[in-house]
């Protein structure tokens, strides 16, 4: 067993997934690999259960949570979270199946928080510049002044506020209590982010290059931006009245 966990969400990547899986287990770090599938009709689960096959002997390192339909983003990478904390992984990982995020970097977060003493690494756009691939302006754009919003309003130190490509340690999902996290979209990138920095953990931003996928189709959709516009005031509102204790966890649960 790794000391690591890599959490992918899927739905309907049946054309990245045998990639992606490949990808991971092609590293010279050896990381385990959670895959939370939302029951996709395109047979992403039925790929992953034959990739199973290939990859746990001698040991187990690629495992699968099938979920009954589409229930979103937020709630898959909670679920990843509490089985990972219930496996006892001192870091977890986060990243898109879709080759948004190179593989490669997997191995610099990882190491920002194991040897370098960060609690969450962000593997960051916009840290050094804009640093986006294959994306209309438009989408840049508004992914840029999204993160500049969310600074404006939540006071977050954080250029990537929508960053999806991250590493924890484990004591920050046991601090930040990921069974009370209020968004599903989105959105819960940015609260995570903010209840990691509320609660005083520190937090490293690690420029990549994101290249827009290429198989497959965008997850995006107008609810998940006024989910984020909107819930990032009621975040905000909601952490005046909160207390924040470094080190106090709350239950997962």
């Avoid at 990639?19 to 599938?37: E, G, M, N, R, T």
């Avoid at 229930?71 to 898959?76: D, I, K, V």
């Avoid at 930040?176 to 819960?188: C, D, L, R, T």
């Amino acid at each position: 067993m790794s000391n690591a966990l890599i959490i992918i969400p899927t739905y309907n990547e049946s054309e990245n997934i045998t990639q992606i899986v490949d990808a991971v287990f092609s590293l010279p770090k050896d990381f385990d690999l959670l895959i939370v599938d939302d029951h996709s009709p395109d047979g992403t689960g039925a790929i992953v259960r034959q990739l199973k096959n290939q990859y746990n002997q001698p040991k187990e390192c690629l495992f699968l949570i099938e979920r009954t339909g589409k229930q979103g983003l937020g709630t898959a990478y909670i679920e990843g979270f509490k089985w990972a904390l219930s496996k006892h992984y001192d870091y977890v990982l986060q990243m898109d199946a879709d080759f948004s995020h190179s593989p490669s970097d997997l191995i610099t977060l990882y190491l920002t928080c194991s040897e370098s003493g960060a609690d969450l690494a962000i593997g960051s756009r916009y840290s050094s510049g804009v640093n986006v691939v294959n994306w209309p302006m438009t989408r840049v754009l508004l992914s840029w002044f999204a993160s500049a919003y969310v600074r404006l309003i939540s006071g977050l130190p954080v250029m990537d506020t929508t960053a999806g490509f991250v590493c924890y340690r484990r004591k920050v999902l046991e601090t930040v209590g990921i069974g009370q996290i209020n968004f599903v979209g989105y959105a819960f990138q940015i609260e995570m982010k903010f209840l990691t920095w509320k609660y005083g953990f520190k937090i490293s931003e690690i420029p990549i290059i994101f290249t827009d996928r290429t198989r497959g189709q965008s997850k995006m959709s107008s609810g998940i931006f006024k989910e984020a516009f909107f819930g990032v005031i009621q975040m905000t509102i909601m952490g005046w009245f909160r207390k924040f204790i470094p080190g106090d966890a709350v239950s997962a649960a």
